[in-house]
């Protein structure tokens, strides 16, 4: 999946803990890489929602956005 790792520590309520714990037995998947793969989506999803607010951003001219992009 990835070609460098660092390994992180965080913490998290006993609850969710829980749920991934079970989620991981049930997939048969190690917690780390349910983490990853939830905060790859998280991420994607943000990108996305801040993607639709700067198209619907009414202050940015077509021209200037293009200019910006080089095309």
Not at 35 to 64: F, G, P, Q, T
């Amino acid at each position: 999946m990835y070609k460098t790792v660092k390994p992180t520590t965080f913490t998290l309520p006993l609850t969710l803990l829980a749920e991934l714990d079970n989620l991981a037995k049930d997939l048969g998947k190690k917690k780390t890489a349910i983490v990853a793969e939830a905060l790859e989506m998280y991420m994607d999803m943000n990108d996305l929602k801040v993607a639709e607010s700067r198209l619907n951003d009414k202050n940015i001219k077509a021209d200037d956005f293009f200019d910006a992009l080089g095309a």
